[in-house]
Structures are given as C-alpha cells and as structure tokens.
C-alpha cells in the first residue's frame, strides 16, 4: 500500500492501491451539474485523472492549471481532477479561474474514486495527492501516489509518459 503523509503527519489511505498494468477499477462521481460520471462514460479515450485534497488550496490549484494549460496540446486525452470539493465550489473555481480543458469531478458523497483507487485519507476525509492514465482499454499505464500531500507530482514524468503514449 502506498505511504502518504500530509504536513508530515501520516496518513491511512483506504482502498486498494492501483497498480500499472491493473484494469482500471469504475467509479460514480458528481459532476459540477451534479450529474453522474463513472470511468466508463470516457470509455475509448485517455484519461489523466489528476487527484487533489481541496481546489482551493495553493498546490492543488496550481496543479489543475497546469494540467488545464498541457491539456491544450494532448490529442484523445481526458483530462479529469477529482476532488471531495463540493461540486459547486468545483463550478465556482473553475469559472473564476476560466479552467475549460479539465473536468473537476466530486467525490464528497460516497468516496467510490477514493475507495477504488486507495486513496481515502482516512484522517481527514479527502483525497491523497495522485496522477493516474488510463488507456482506452481502461488499463491503468502510469500511477503516482505523491508520498507527501502538500508537493506537487511530477508533471515532467506524466506529461512525458502521455506524450508517448498518445499521439499528444
């Protein structure tokens, strides 16, 4: 299981760690309208699933614009940010901040993303730092389960890993 702390205190993450070569696990998650979204209504597309505590906090809003600036130039990828925001804080921020190439998804009502992919953090109820690609085959191609929840993950790696494995 991946170890995680946040403000160096440690963390117990619930669920089961993804791994590399697992079949990516589905999910129910709330869009900002708060409709459903599941893994499987981006079926046949890439998908960048970038995991963050809290929108409103420095290193996680950050890493959804970077992610909202690269997706700009990422043929066939999906670029999803899930948090345990509320959908409409979600709907608020990403207005504020014109965030048009990122779909920030909730996880507030029953953890089912957090639960799938392990990472709950138990203590406070929100999710771990992490990056997870998911082919078009629903294969899980690259994880990073950030060890400490307030550093940014590795962009260069992931954007790399897209890039050569998309036609990004």
């Known amino acids: 299981?991946?170890?995680?702390?946040?403000?160096?205190?440690?963390?117990?993450?619930?669920?089961?760690?993804?791994?590399?070569?697992d079949t990516a696990p589905d999910f129910t998650v709330l869009?900002?309208?708060?409709?459903?979204?599941?893994?499987?209504?981006?079926?046949?597309?890439?998908?960048?699933?970038?995991?963050?505590?809290?929108?409103?906090?420095?290193?996680?809003?950050?890493q959804t614009r970077r992610f909202n600036e690269e997706a700009a130039n990422l043929d066939n990828v999906e670029v999803l940010t899930i948090s345990c925001d509320l959908?409409?804080?979600?709907?608020?921020?990403?207005?504020?901040?014109?965030?048009?190439?990122?779909?920030?998804?909730?996880?507030?009502?029953?953890?089912s993303f957090g639960k799938a992919y392990g990472v709950v953090?138990?203590?406070l109820r929100l999710l771990a730092r992490s990056i997870f690609v998911i082919d078009s085959n629903d294969k899980v191609t690259y994880t990073?389960?950030?060890?400490e929840g307030t550093d940014h993950p590795d962009y260069e790696?992931?954007?790399?890993?897209?890039?050569?494995?998309t036609n990004g």
């Not at 170890?3 to 619930?14: A, E």
């Not at 990122?102 to 953890?111: G, P």
């Not at 990073?144 to 060890?147: D, I, L, P, R, T």
Request: include cysteine.
């Open 31 to 62: 869009a900002n309208d708060l409709s459903k979204v599941s893994l499987m209504d981006t079926k046949g597309k890439v998908r960048l699933i970038s995991v963050i505590p809290s929108i409103d906090t420095g290193v996680c809003a950050e």
């Open 87 to 111: 959908p409409f804080a979600q709907r608020r921020w990403t207005a504020d901040k014109d965030i048009e190439n990122v779909q920030t998804l909730s996880d507030h009502k029953d953890l």
């Open 121 to 123: 953090m138990e203590e």
């Open 1 to 21: 299981m991946a170890k995680v702390t946040f403000k160096g205190n440690p963390m117990t993450l619930l669920g089961e760690e993804v791994k590399e070569g």
């Open 144 to 147: 990073e389960y950030v060890s």
């Open 157 to 165: 790696a992931v954007l790399k890993h897209l890039k050569e494995h």
